[in-house]
């Protein structure tokens, strides 16, 4: 008998809308040097919590307590670019997301999952659109996607997921194993 474990995580989709402004700013990232991947745009999504491997009977538990939560849909709000770095050079490109209901909801799911997880140190609502290894100049480009221009769209956010995600060659398979609606 195999103990199998799945990677998951817990996630919000977005509308069409924010991923036809990602696909708008696809290029110009593109126009940069750097030796990097964006993120598939059938795969964006932001982050609530990351589980890591976990077993069957986690997966079962972890779907009874997000079936517990009782939260109001909400807007949330594009808010702008930008990078995380190390010692001065780029990782991820992020675009941040405006909403106080967001970190209101990440800490319900975080209380609701103590016992099985701990809780996140530090949860930053964003997305990532670009895992970057190396750029050619790196203070140039940190300027400039700092500098790149989004539309402050609104969106509803009426729901979460509890996904698994598959690793393989060509990019992460992201499966949903449970929704969860708002009210």
């Given at each position: 008998?195999?103990n199998?474990?799945?990677r998951?995580?817990?996630?919000?989709?977005?509308?069409?809308?924010?991923?036809?402004?990602?696909?708008?700013?696809?290029?110009?990232?593109?126009?940069?040097?750097?030796?990097?991947?964006?993120?598939?745009?059938?795969?964006?999504?932001?982050?609530l919590?990351?589980?890591?491997?976990?077993?069957?009977?986690?997966?079962?538990?972890?779907?009874?307590?997000?079936?517990?939560?009782?939260?109001?849909?909400?807007?949330?709000?594009?808010?702008?670019?930008g990078t995380?770095?190390?010692?001065?050079?780029?990782?991820?490109?992020?675009?941040k997301?405006?909403?106080?209901?967001?970190h209101?909801?990440?800490?319900?799911?975080?209380e609701?999952l103590?016992q099985?997880?701990?809780?996140?140190?530090?949860?930053?609502?964003?997305?990532?659109?670009?895992?970057?290894?190396?750029?050619?100049?790196?203070?140039?480009?940190?300027?400039?996607?700092?500098?790149?221009?989004?539309?402050p769209l609104?969106?509803?956010?009426?729901?979460f997921?509890?996904?698994?995600?598959?690793?393989?060659?060509?990019?992460?398979?992201?499966?949903?194993?449970?929704?969860?609606?708002?009210t």
């Open positions: 008998m195999t199998s474990t799945t998951a995580f817990i996630s919000i989709d977005f509308p069409q809308e924010v991923i036809k402004e990602i696909a708008r700013l696809n290029p110009l990232i593109n126009s940069q040097q750097f030796i990097g991947k964006q993120t598939e745009l059938e795969n964006i999504h932001l982050t919590k990351f589980l890591g491997e976990i077993s069957q009977e986690q997966i079962k538990q972890t779907k009874q307590q997000l079936s517990k939560i009782k939260f109001p849909k909400f807007q949330a709000k594009l808010l702008h670019i995380f770095s190390k010692h001065e050079n780029p990782k991820i490109i992020w675009i997301i405006g909403s106080k209901q967001l209101e909801l990440q800490s319900k799911i975080d609701s103590f099985l997880f701990p809780k996140e140190k530090r949860f930053m609502s964003h997305l990532t659109i670009a895992r970057i290894k190396h750029a050619k100049d790196s203070k140039a480009f940190i300027n400039y996607i700092n500098n790149i221009s989004i539309k609104k969106f509803p956010i009426t729901n997921k509890l996904k698994s995600s598959t690793l393989n060659p060509l990019g992460p398979i992201y499966t949903t194993l449970e929704e969860y609606n708002l």
